[in-house]
């Protein structure tokens, strides 16, 4: 049941994020915004993760 609620709770808010930038206008194409937010993306992930780890070994 506490698993379930765990991958809930990573999922949901990817979810909530997602389906409204869909609705926003495109960018026009000489804006570069691809390189420094897929680092914070994965920067924000690793991060997330190591906090989960982290509190389930505190357990």
Do not use: C, E, F, W
């Amino acid at each position: 049941m506490k698993n379930l609620l765990y991958k809930t709770l990573l999922v949901l808010p990817a979810l909530l994020l997602v389906l409204p930038a869909m609705a926003q206008p495109s960018a026009p194409p000489a804006t570069p915004i691809d390189g420094g937010l897929s680092i914070l993306l994965a920067a924000g992930g690793a991060y997330g993760i190591k906090k989960l780890r982290d509190h389930r070994k505190g357990q």
